[in-house]
């Protein structure tokens, strides 16, 4: 039991030091008290979601198909009487 209480002993002293030699190597960070209190208040309070829906789209895809109709029709007539002009009476 000696040897493991004994390898115990020297892990955490292994350890201690590495802990101070980091500590002396890096400067530890002291934050900003309220920059703390405000991230945790903005983490643990749930965020309020509005989902917005873009109209925007729909209105612009009915024009666009209203001018295609328009646009069909009347190169649709030109090309009917083009295909098939009328008859002229002299």
């Known amino acids: 039991m000696t040897t493991r209480s004994g390898s115990i002993a020297e892990r955490s002293s292994r350890i201690n030091g590495l802990e101070e030699r ?34 925007t789209s729909g209105i612009f895809l009915c024009l666009l198909g209203i001018l295609a109709v328009i646009a069909g029709l009347l190169l649709g007539k030109r090309l009917w009487n083009y295909l098939f002009p009328p008859e002229q009476s002299n």
Request: net charge positive; charged share 40%; hydrophobic share 30%.
């Open 22 to 55: 980091l500590s002396s190597t890096f400067k530890p960070v002291k934050p900003d008290g309220d920059f703390v209190k405000r991230l945790k208040d903005r983490l643990a309070s749930t965020p309020s979601l509005r989902i917005e829906e873009d109209r």
